[in-house]
């Protein structure tokens, strides 16, 4: 119990701002950051100093220069006539973004579904699940790239006699060869239904949501929202073939001197990539997912039970939800690691940014001070980004004391 | 991995020492050290390739051993540090190591870019192009939509972009770090060509699981000089480099061999007695002794007896010397005098 304080001011005119602990804090901050300023200018400056002695090139002039090399797997065009090393920089960029997000995606759903699989009942599914754990997180990664590289090539039939699978679909060593879907002009019809069904599929959920908790009716929100996202673009493509307009074409796949010509192709080095990068972080992800719902008291599990609930529901309804926030932090933890394993790309081909800008540019350009500094930062940020965003989600999944 | 390595610490010591560790005589800091560290190719056989005891063969390895015998009269003191075609400079500049002997070919942009120089070509060669024989490949002109496996960080990687460019034929590249994993890629069948100097077929042509089912096209599309590289700034460091080639030609040329080179000493031949330091004292103006070329000449042998035993007929390689014979038998490579 405190009394009020008198109403002296807390801070007496007498002290000399010399021993005054706000002002010296800050003077010793300030200090530090000159220092460290200082430093990191000292270091900076030597470097360029004896760049300079050394007679190697330096400064981040090189990114405009033409890049003369080619990469076979870039969402953006990329020529070596006429492409620099920047555009190399952003297609390796975009390589590893798209690796990191598929990945972190399907590694996700494995590592669930393991990772609850291995709390099962079922004495068989928690052994395999168990056995899958225990392998897959005990051998290195680069090792298994390599297997899946290895056994996915040697595997597969040569590009001369591929394997034809139904609707144009070929898969042969140099990978698999999709119809390529064609927009025409007229189609932005159909990203704007899908648009809609989206928009209308959450509408409904949130509507049932209402209804089951004031009448607890429950409407069939899986149904009727597949319906919408699928069914209505479906539906309003359908009408517009029997108007005679063709939104969109597919480009088939065809046999050409060496290979399959035209088409989608997914090359042999990425699916080697995803597969070992969601099979190894999924075996770590189920373990996490296990010490989550294992740290759900067993009287929530048997409160649902006593209520009714199935055991899906219960898992759905009751366990997650209060596992996630056990869940989540090492989560994010296991989605860094992801992001940064896929710079093993390099031993199996596959054109991410460690392969192209810290392989190709650095060595055609010399200049490694500067693209070592780059690759750096790029993954920094790429982890602060995914760090920060599970953080959002963290504070919202976690234990809310009241 | 090594480039992480080499360029930290190209890094670090950018930032935190000043010009004087760059700029100590390289020969000094190799005599003190007791051995020289040398830049070697992982494994290609005839150029550098560890056997199964782990013992270094191969022309540029032999041009290292050449170097340590000018320096040390002892072939042996070198320790030979593999690096992958995109480590390879970077740990040159870095001071990993004191000579980059691993088949660098000389351009121009190197040269003057990378802070580095090449003394002398050992070994002149061009780009080249391996299909399987049951392709039915007769010529690169017929690769159009093929895949075609490379080594990155290569001036190969640079060329075939210009080749098939230049010929308007398209390409798919599939670009791997090492060596190793580019022609087991090809050799499983991932593309249909494999691309890398001539004489990197030839070699890795051996190491395919039925080297006789591959065939190499007849085109050249490029000019490879290759050479071995040092630290620029350093000038008598790249004379050292420089002629310690010369003077395998000069022998060759001379007719010095290493089963010969004793007899040779008392030769009357002014050529032959400044070659082994019996007349002058050449070797001591790049600050070794006048009896260098003797040492490399008795240790490690001629360039033409280097070449045959590594990648001539005496190797499995069986590599013509073509553009490497001497200029008096219509080659390339030309010693300058030593006088």
Redesign the interface.
Known sequence: MQTPAPATPRSSPKVSPLYDPRIRGAAYQLLLLVVVGLLAWTAIDNAADNLRNARIASGFGFLGNTAGFDVNQSLIPFAAASSTYGAAFVVGLINTLMVAAIGIVLATILGFLVGIARLSENWIVARLAEIYIEVIRNIPLLLQLLFWYIAVLSALPSARDSYALPGSVFLNQRGLFLPRPLLAADAWALPLVLALGIAGAVAFRIHAGRVQRRTGRRLPVRRVAALLVLGLPLAVWGLLALLGLAPVTFELPVKGTFNLRGGLQLYPEFVALVLGLVIYTAAFIAEVVRAGIQAVSRGQREAARALGLQSGTTLRLVVIPQAMRVIVPPLTSQYLNLTKNSSLAVAVGYPDLVQIFMGTVLNQTGQAVEVVAITMAVYLTISLVTASVMNLYNRRVALVER | MT??K???A??L???????AA??QATLTGVKQKGYLACGSNPALAGFGVPDAQGRWTGLDVDFCRALAAAIFNDPTKVRFIPLS??DR??AL?SGEVDILSRNSTWSM??DT???LDFPAVNFYDGQGFMVKKK?GVTSAK??????ICTQ???TT??N???YF?ANKLK???????SAD?TF??YD???C?AFTTDASGLYSERLRATAPDDNVVLPEIISKEPLAPAV???DAQWADIVRWTHYAMLNAEEAGITQANVDQMKSSDNPDVKRILGTEGKYGEAIGLTSDWAYRIVKLVGNYGEVFERNVGQGSPLKIQRGLNALWSKGGLQYGPPIR
Do not use: M
Not at chain 2, 171 to 177: R, S, T
């Open positions: 480039i992480i080499a360029a930290l190209l890094g010591g950018l930032c935190l020492f000043g010009g760059q700029a075609a995109k400079f970077t500049q942009s190197r870019t990378l802070g392709l017929q690769l159009d939509g093929a895949s990155q960080g290569t990687e640079l075939l972009a210009d460019r390409y798919e590249v599939v670009a791997f770090a994993e087991k890629a499983s069948g991932r249909d630290r620029q700034g």
